[in-house]
């Protein structure tokens, strides 16, 4: 088994790269501060038998045929400085077992919770057998966490006859209760897809829940204290808790885990050299707060996010960073008509190494389904009535040549039942994918389902006017809706189909969530069927 500590050689390596490249500014980072912002410092000493501590509970992640990483943080005050943690390692004991109740324990173990960490935990748990369901928690002292569920991937050649899944994104928590993440919990799912936007960046002077004015909530985000605060202040939710309970999760970020419509080193907001500085205190907190690997641990701003998680012969998930490599948004950003900077060919949305890893397995994967867990809309998004087009500069619209080599190289290499997933819109939109979007008659070359958002937008509407132009100017759009809720997925060798999961309302509890939509895509025909 691994965690955090067998990192710490390779950890204080990254330190020492990072600080000569970028100097004094870097160390800032790695300390949590930025000059005019606080700094925190240590709390006094913890009593672990008499303070909870699993306030922000428990979570797995990345499941593979033999292994899956399962994660706590201690916080017996998860809004103050470190948690409340004083600046000593704790020993945490963990087991993985057959049962709820932990009769058949098959894996166990210790880690240490460090303070530089944040008191995380990461355990790679090894050994374990393929499309198994698993129980995880931790202890320390006389404190035993909540228990999480999770489930192993099936062995690579594996024919499962069918798999379940959720996929999500964009969860301001001062716009809404996490009501869908409540009836996420309550479902079965094998796995839950998290598509960016776990926590929102930017300081709200209001929202929707009793306890919003919070100077938590209120403050932007910079330093590394603000973000790992941030991440408490979300994973403090039950409903949040209960979803990551329930099912192991496959994470990748976005732009706010970070900065509103960050590009690679660009950002209005500061100069490459300082927004690097801040791009590290955003990657460090969310590594400490995710499911993820050791080799995810940032090495300094960067951080290798996109990877393939492969589910026996049924489905391989390819699960991109469209943000770290990407060009600069054309034209300013923000919704413009196609543009030389936008139609330009040398632009690139996810970096030429990244495009040549996404193409070359996606054909040679040798599975059913071929799918892209990715932060954007693909399709095209003409959101201006007429003969006229306005598309957004932040999704693939802004990347055409990007969009073009992806689709159009899946389909030079014969790649069948391609299904993109994505997110960041905060409604819900399906396609179908066109090889030329321009030509209703050009081929169909796979379909997109992207997801709302958990709460951000507010409660939303069925159709705003912009859905209704979506719907009315691009005839490959057969689904939409602007109201909150996820999308939960069943997939069989015959048929995909993707029920759309919507919320009555998220501004005041005690919401119902139903499904709306049930689009079906069938094996070997490209596209959505509705049922």
């Not at 079965?188 to 004015?213: C, M, N, Q, T, W």
């Not at 809309?377 to 598309?391: F, I, S």
Request: aromatic share 8%; proline share 6%.
């Amino acid at each position: 088994m691994r965690s955090t500590q067998a990192g710490l050689a390779a950890a204080a390596a990254t330190r020492r790269r990072f600080l000569t490249v970028t100097g004094t500014a870097a160390a800032l980072a790695l300390t949590g501060a930025l000059p005019g912002i606080r700094s925190a410092h240590a709390a006094s000493a913890v009593n672990v038998d008499r303070q909870p501590l699993f306030t922000l509970g428990i979570a797995s992640g990345d499941p593979l045929p033999d292994a899956v990483v399962i994660w706590t943080r201690l916080a017996p005050e998860p809004l103050a400085p470190f948690g409340g943690m004083d600046q000593r390692p704790v020993t945490v004991q963990w087991q993985v077992a057959e049962d709820e109740a932990f009769h058949r324990v098959v894996r166990r173990g210790t880690a240490t919770a460090r303070p530089e960490y944040s008191h995380t935990v990461h355990v790679d748990v090894q050994g374990l057998r393929p499309w198994r369901h698993y129980f995880y928690r931790f202890r320390v002292g006389g404190q035993i966490s909540p228990v999480g569920r999770t489930r192993t991937a099936p062995a690579p050649g594996d024919a499962i006859s069918a798999m379940s899944f959720a996929f999500a994104s964009c969860q301001a928590w001062f716009e809404g209760y996490y009501t869908a993440l409540a009836d996420m919990a309550r479902r079965d799912h094998d796995v839950i897809l998290f598509l960016g936007d776990y926590i929102y960046e930017f300081g709200a002077d209001k929202g929707v829940r009793p306890d919003s004015g919070d100077p938590h909530a209120m403050r932007q985000t910079v330093t590394l204290d603000d973000y790992r605060e941030r991440y408490a202040l979300y994973k403090i939710d039950p409903d949040l808790q209960a979803a990551h309970a329930a099912a192991p999760w496959i994470v990748t970020l976005d732009d706010h885990e970070v900065v509103d419509n960050w590009a690679d080193e660009a950002h209005p907001s500061a100069p490459p050299a300082s927004f690097l500085v801040r791009r590290a205190n955003a990657f460090r907190a969310y590594w400490e707060h995710m499911p993820l690997r050791l080799s995810q641990l940032p090495n300094g701003p960067d951080m290798q996010l996109y990877r393939r998680l492969r589910y026996g012969t049924l489905a391989e998930f390819s699960i991109l960073d469209t943000r770290q490599y990407r060009s600069d948004q054309a034209g300013g950003d923000g919704e413009k008509p196609p543009n030389p900077g936008s139609l330009d060919p040398s632009r690139t949305i996810t970096g030429e190494e990244q495009e040549r890893w996404l193409l070359d397995g996606l054909a040679a994967s040798g599975t059913r389904w071929n799918v892209i867990g990715q932060q954007n809309a693909m399709a095209q998004l003409d959101v201006k009535a007429g003969p006229d087009m306005v598309v957004p500069m932040d999704t693939w619209d802004g990347y055409v040549g990007s969009r073009n080599r992806v689709l159009g190289g899946a389909h030079e290499r014969g790649v069948k039942n391609l299904v993109s997933l994505g997110g960041d819109l905060h409604r819900s939109v399906a396609s179908d994918l066109k090889l030329d979007f321009a030509d209703p008659a050009s081929p169909t070359v796979g379909t997109e389902f992207v997801g709302t958002s958990i709460t951000s937008g507010l409660d939303g509407a069925d159709h705003d006017q912009v859905g209704l132009t979506l719907l009315a100017e691009n005839p490959h759009i057969k689904y939409h809706n602007f109201q909150r809720g996820y999308v939960t997925c069943t997939v069989t060798e015959q048929e995909w189909t993707a029920d759309y999961r919507v919320a009555d309302r998220v501004t005041t509890p005690g919401g119902t969530v139903t499904t709306r939509a049930q689009l079906v895509v069938e094996d070997g025909r490209a596209g959505i069927q509705t049922t």
